[in-house]
């Protein structure tokens, strides 16, 4: 077996007397569908933002492609190929939406002061590139209508997919997906899944806290599920869809057998 | 030596206590509003140009105190209805300009109700130093710092026990569940004005007969008094009253040891070196932000 | 070449007025308001790109605008500097001096950024004062002409098209800025802090670069009036000059690089006109500014543009 790509070990994270993440150690396969899941308040988001240096864990260590990334800043983590969207929009409303998109790109561009201020002839080349390729991503995840508009002008579905689109711009090895099908319909939902088929497809791994069941049983590789900041239990989708203590906590009674 | 050491503490102390005065009338108005009101010194300004003017009137000061300290809450509810009120939810800078632009206008209306010149207010009770271990304070220290400490056991009940006082603090926590529960949140701004003017008249009346007063003073103590909120933490009532006595023994003591010219200067110093290594200040919440 | 976007239609549009304004400019005092206005828009240009652009605020520009007046003045009179090397120097110094202050100054946020920026300014300014052997103290020092070997550039006329010039290319560049990576990440940073550290930019990085960038162009404005006005005084580095200074910002438009311009012009030009006012223009002064903000919360070019933008369809 290769080595994993991500590997998370006693992972803990409290805020004043709440252990949001309490001693979570995980492995992540490069290339896979890996879903996280729990009720409400389990603490998903807060280990994405872990993951992704939003926060500093209060304890524990995350090693990507085998070296300790812990604690590291999260555009320096950006830089070593993780990219995300939130749960809570964080969209650049004061920009349009392609530009949202370029600044995605950000880590793959000329971003010299210098270079900016003077406006030497190659930053024009690289500038017609990124909007040629910010346009392209936006097509691609479905919201080619809007890349003349101001972000602010989006309807949220659109932005959900316009965050995707700017999380692609670095060309991520890992991409982070919180609730990406929440508020969204069932059309946009399916969207959605051949979205995140397509990446893996393409070798990018993808990391999904969702709580749309028919969507993380239909893509997952392999399935996290957290209740109270601690894992409950790991694995396929059957297995997790059959295990009398993911039943209990989180889908309740009839839970499952709806999936 | 330790008797020069009381005698700058002594005099850090008084200056200290106007500035936890003048610091929590910001912190109470930005409980309430979120802004930081940069009129604030106008407030101990008019306090002290008022008393100034209403005693050469001929009112005997008892009188003339309170007449003067309703006069800034008056103003302090004008300036919330008329320049703050319109500009809800305009950025912080703009409304940081509409009470810097309120600043201005204030202090215009003193030079022309009142004049350009410094005045002095008597003091309260003589200006008899009283010994003390080898150094001397005097009298108008004492009531500087008998009135804050009364004031600031009186905010103490206020926001902990009354039911208007915990209005307060509730609309400063959640200004929608507070509305929901009942609260009028526009009386709420309008009260958090009022007793921010009342509070920086107050000090502004205190410390009159020391410093002397001119229809320019509230610049700098209003500069100080943001400076003593911040360094305790903006929003904090402990942290205002912590930041200012701490602010004013220092500058005492830096005026004292170091150098006088750079008295204004060591207050700044302060506050920068402490939110170098407290980014919220002494007492401010540190919570992470939530994404 | 497409004259709608700013960088062409704007810049054409300044450079005209800026060509054509001579012509309203009956006497010497009215050049001076204009070289006035000049030297704020640059500033306030600036001090856009940090308040504006990246949603930083400083309350203490007036402290760099000081010490490129005062440093110039100093390596020029008491040291005997040639203007371009004093230049030169204290330009490179107040970058230097805003890179080592900007790091744990912007890491602060919001108020605490506010008094942080104010205690630096208001810090600059004491030392100004006090320092009398090197700066003449509350009475200021006298500054000689500009001169480069061959050439002494002194007098209205002459100013006005160096500041002119200066402006434009103030302008330039921070539209150039703006419309690039780097001016992205800064903007990116305004509208979502996380948003933009999760994309890779450096947030500490982007605010220090601007905060230098401003410090930058408020310096060279400071060095550029003490030469051309020949004495500088404490009153430029206080910190009612800051707070001037960020309240033109806001007034023509924040995030907008001709609003900055606009905004100088406005409030250079209106205490000229309030002192007909006499003893009540402190008063109109200070409700103008409530107004103005009241009413045009984003401030005067964008809800100007957003007016237009509305009749037109
Ligand atoms: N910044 C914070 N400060 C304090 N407590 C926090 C913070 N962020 C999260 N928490 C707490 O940590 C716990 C886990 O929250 P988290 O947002 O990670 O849950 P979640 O699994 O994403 O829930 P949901 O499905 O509702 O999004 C909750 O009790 C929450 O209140
Ligand atoms: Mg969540």
């Excluded at chain 2, 008249?201 to 909120?229: C, E, H, N, R, Y």
């Excluded at chain 3, 700066?135 to 070997?149: E, K």
Aim: hydrophobic share 55%.
């Amino acid at each position: 077996m290769n080595a994993p790509q991500l590997e998370v070990t006693a992972l803990s994270k409290a805020f004043g007397g709440i252990h949001a993440v309490d001693q979570l150690s995980f492995e992540i396969e490069a290339g896979k569908v890996h879903s996280i899941i729990g009720p409400n308040g389990a603490g998903k988001t807060t280990l994405l933002n872990l993951l992704t240096g939003v926060y500093a864990p209060s304890s524990g260590s995350v090693r990507l492609e085998g070296s300790d990334v812990t604690g590291l800043e999260p555009h320096e983590l950006a830089a070593r190929g993780m990219a995300r969207t939130f749960q809570n929009l964080q969209i650049f409303f004061n920009m349009s939406a392609l530009e949202n998109v370029m600044v995605g790109r950000h880590l793959r561009e000329r971003s010299g002061w210098f270079t900016a201020m003077l406006r030497f002839p190659r930053l024009t080349a690289g500038e017609r590139e990124s909007r040629e390729e910010a346009a392209e991503l936006m097509r691609f995840v479905g919201v080619g209508e809007y890349i003349d508009a101001d972000a602010d002008a989006m309807p949220y579905g659109a932005l959900k997919r316009l965050e995707i689109a700017r999380a692609l711009g670095s060309k991520p090895k890992m991409l982070l997906l919180d609730e990406p099908a929440a508020g969204l319909n069932p059309t946009e939902t399916h969207d959605i899944d051949t979205l995140i088929t397509r990446l893996a497809r393409s070798g990018v791994t993808v990391v999904l806290v969702e709580h749309n069941m028919r969507l993380v049983m239909g893509v997952s590789d392999h399935i996290v599920v957290l209740d109270y900041g601690r894992k409950l239990c790991e694995g396929s989708a059957d297995h997790v869809r059959s295990d009398p203590r993911v039943i209990e906590a989180y889908l309740g009674s009839e839970g499952l057998a709806a999936c | 030596m330790l008797a020069q050491l009381l005698q700058f503490l002594l005099a850090g102390l008084t200056v200290g206590a106007i500035y936890a005065l003048v610091a929590l009338g910001f912190a109470i108005i930005h409980n309430a509003s979120h802004v930081i009101n940069f009129a604030q010194g106008e407030f101990v300004m008019i306090g002290g140009m008022a008393t100034v003017s209403l005693a050469n009137s001929g009112l005997p000061l008892p009188l003339a105190i309170p007449i003067a300290v309703l006069a800034a809450a008056a103003v302090g509810v004008v300036l919330e209805k008329f320049a703050v009120e319109p500009a809800r939810g305009a950025s912080v800078v703009t409304l940081i300009i509409i009470t810097i632009g309120a600043s201005i206008l204030l202090r215009g209306l003193a030079t022309l109700v009142w004049d350009k010149k410094l005045h002095a207010l008597p003091p309260f009770s003589g200006d008899q130093p009283i010994e003390l271990a080898g150094a001397t304070i005097l009298p108008q220290s004492l009531w500087v710092l008998g009135v804050t400490l009364g004031i600031v056991l009186l905010l103490g009940w206020f926001f902990g026990r009354t039911l208007t006082g915990k209005a307060m603090l509730a609309t400063a926590h959640n200004p929608l569940a507070a509305q929901l529960c009942g609260v009028n949140v526009r009386f709420v701004l309008m009260l958090s004005f009022g007793l921010s003017a009342a509070l920086g008249a107050i000090a502004g009346i205190l410390i009159a007969p020391i410093t002397l007063t001119s229809w320019d003073v509230g610049v700098m103590l209003g500069l100080k008094g943001f400076a003593a909120a911040i360094l305790g933490g903006l929003g904090s009532g402990t942290g205002a009253v912590v930041g200012g006595i701490l602010l004013g023994i220092a500058e005492s003591l830096g005026a004292g040891y170091i150098s006088s010219a750079y008295k204004d200067a060591m207050a700044f110093v302060i506050i920068l070196a402490v939110l170098f290594f407290m980014p919220s200040g002494l007492f401010g919440s540190k919570s992470a932000e939530r994404v | 070449m497409n004259w709608r976007t700013p960088r062409t239609g704007g810049l054409a549009l300044l450079a005209a007025v800026i060509a054509l304004l001579p012509l309203a400019l009956v006497n010497n005092y009215w050049y001076e308001v204009a070289i006035l206005i000049g030297i704020n828009a640059i500033v306030c240009v600036g001090l856009n790109l940090l308040i504006g652009y990246a949603g930083q605020i400083s309350l203490g520009h007036a402290g760099f605008f000081g010490l490129g007046a005062y440093g110039s003045a100093i390596l020029s009179v008491r040291y005997g500097w040639p203007p371009a090397a004093a230049l030169a120097a204290t330009t490179a110094g107040v970058a230097l001096l805003a890179l080592v202050v900007g790091r744990p100054i912007l890491k602060l946020k919001g108020h605490y950024l506010a008094m942080a920026t104010l205690g630096m300014g208001i810090i600059i300014s004491i030392v100004i004062v006090t320092e009398d052997r090197l700066t003449g103290g509350p009475d200021g020092m006298s500054v000689p002409a500009f001169t480069l070997p061959g050439l002494t550039l002194a007098g209205e006329r002459v100013w006005y098209w160096i500041t002119g010039a200066a402006l434009l290319a103030a302008v330039w560049i921070a539209l150039n800025l703006i419309d690039s990576p780097a001016g992205r990440a800064l903007r990116a940073l305004h509208g979502s802090e996380v948003g933009a550290q999760v994309s890779g930019i450096d947030a500490t990085r982007a605010k220090v670069g601007v905060f230098v960038i401003s410090a930058v162009f408020a310096s060279f404005a400071g060095s550029m009036t003490a030469h051309y006005s020949g004495f500088i005084t404490p009153g430029k580095v206080s910190f009612f000059h800051s707070i001037e200074l960020v309240t033109m910002v806001v007034f023509g438009g924040m995030a907008s690089t001709f609003g900055a311009v606009i905004g100088a012009a406005m409030l250079t030009l209106l205490p000229q006109l309030l002192t007909i006012l006499k003893e009540y223009e402190m008063v109109v002064f200070g409700g103008v500014m409530i107004a103005t903000m009241i009413f045009f919360p984003r401030g005067l070019l964008p809800s100007l543009m957003l007016a237009l933008g509305r009749k037109r369809k």
